[in-house]
């Protein structure tokens, strides 16, 4: 049981340590947005395309040789996915990652390049990839890395906000962050104690916004409808999780498709840089208004990973 | 007359000390090509979207009280145009750009935002541009800020290399960088005096590879092609770079269009980058095989200016 213990900020020092010693920075990019200075943390490109990598890079290598020797087994739509495959191959660990059907061609392709065994599961159909994770442990002895329900993703994801901090000379007032199942929102919250931490999420999958609004743990609807965003197409939040956002958060955002390929233009022409539906939620939200802008504020490019006729479609239009 | 002075490595360093207090380091990313990891130097990350922005700041800080009053006059498809009118605006310094009339439209209306007086000059008539910036200095006793004929552009150009060597921690063994007029090919030379470097240019605009081949400075006929690389379209270039390139490049190499867009595809599906035609050219040099990898190899990706269609035709593409 991998909630065993909490998260902690002492954790999240630990995490960002040891992301340093491997990766390096990522960029803190300053873009103009209505007059105002924001602070993009290119997550973008991390080797595997996204920060799922800081997370998978703690919780792997606190693992002990017997664990490593049974491997591990992931779930994720594809960024998770890279990031475990990215520290398993690094430190010789066996990994098999639980995939959508529907995830994007790139991660698959990208997941498998890596050196993970991809186990796919039916999403569209509503196959519970819980259950399938859980089956797959049980039949290898190996250990689960969820993808945020877990202390070491958290602590680990958490690293990004402690390199903001570094980069601006001081913690954020603000940070805004894609939000799937909240492992990297809660650990910026962990990571910056000073900061107001915003969670944004896709239109229809705004869990978290209804679970912090409600002050308890809400569950997306089965019939929910499509969303761009694969990445953050994740049905609830976990206590693990929900215990600090709802200690941090003063409230969670959600924003539309057309908002997000706005955010996604945006990047392209003023940054250039590539990011995926889920990775531009934040900067979505910041350009849609949605949110009243701090003396500083970071907003997180959480990936990147997007398929280039997705891509190309959006950039050439401009809905 | 610029080139009273020749540039010197003394002033790479300078240039360096200068663009660190101003620009954070652009990263070096890895990037896995044949089975050999390469390092990719994201310039398309400065804020102008260029590495342009480090001559313009080095030569702009050097000029008087007075010349600056009189302000400053470039000449530039578009990045150095952005590179001027940034460190111009930064500086208080007024700033005319000679622009092409076919420059893309990106390049014109950043360097438009950013405060600059655009002068156009209809280069497929084959009009003159050093002509109508010589004129236009003369009328206002403004600064002539070329493109790369000049010591300090020079100078602070080769402040990628400085970048690329600490990162690195150690001079590459080999260095290719996209070559226009060979600003930024020179300043890495001096930046890095134990590395080989090759400039690549685009096919039909190879004045350098021919110039080094011969010994002689080579001029581009008037009837040369088209090329999608606007960034590297420079007809001819000058003694005080030719001079450097002679010392320290062993050859120089050209790549076709089709080349430049499997480069722009790698480096967005791999680096989740957006690099322009001019800014993949060396990196297409590397991934079409044109030239042996060192033991530890850096390529500049020099821009990301690039309109949106044209990326977008390029992406879904696969010619």
Redesign the interface.
């Known amino acids: 049981m991998t909630e065993s213990r909490q998260p902690t900020a002492e954790g999240v020092a630990l995490a960002a340590a040891k992301v340093a010693q491997i990766l ?1 920075k ?5 873009l103009e947005v209505a007059g105002r200075t924001i602070w993009c943390k ?1 997550e ?2 991390q ?1 595997v ?1 996204a920060f799922k990598i800081r997370g998978a890079w703690h919780r792997l290598t606190a693992l002990n040789e017997d664990e490593r020797r049974r491997g591990v087994v992931g779930v994720s739509s594809g960024n998770h996915a890279q990031g475990v495959a990215w520290a398993a191959a690094r430190l010789g660990i066996p990994a098999t990652i639980v995939m959508p059907t529907d995830a994007p061609a ?1 991660k698959l392709a990208n997941t498998r390049a890596l050196g993970a065994e991809v186990v796919l599961y039916d999403r569209p159909g509503g196959e519970d990839r819980d259950e399938v994770s859980a089956r797959l442990c049980e039949q290898r002895g190996a250990t689960l890395v969820h993808a945020y329900g877990d202390p070491w993703i958290i602590e680990g994801q958490g690293s990004a906000g402690i390199e903001i901090a570094e ?1 601006l000379g001081r913690q954020p007032d603000l940070i805004l962050a894609p939000c799937g199942g909240g492992g990297l929102t809660a650990g910026l919250a962990l990571a910056c104690p000073d900061a107001a931490i915003v969670p944004v999420e896709p239109e229809g999958w705004d869990d978290v916004c209804r679970s912090l609004a409600s002050g308890t743990i809400q569950r997306i609807a089965a019939d929910a409808p499509p969303t761009p965003c694969d990445a953050l197409q994740t049905p609830v939040t976990w206590p693990i999780n929900f215990a600090i956002l709802q200690r941090r958060c003063p409230f969670g955002l959600w924003i539309t498709p057309a908002e997000i390929r706005a955010a996604q ?1 945006l990047a ?2 003023k ?5 995926e539906p889920g990775g531009a939620a934040a900067l979505a939200a910041v350009l849609a208004g949605k949110v009243e802008l701090a003396e500083t504020t970071a907003v997180v490019l959480s990936g ?2 997007t398929d ?2 997705a ?3 959006v ?2 239009s401009d809905d």
């Open positions: 390096p990522t960029p803190l990019l300053p290119a973008s490109l080797p395309g790139v980069q233009r392209f022409s940054l250039h840089l590539v990011i990147g990973n280039a006729a891509f190309a479609q950039i050439a």
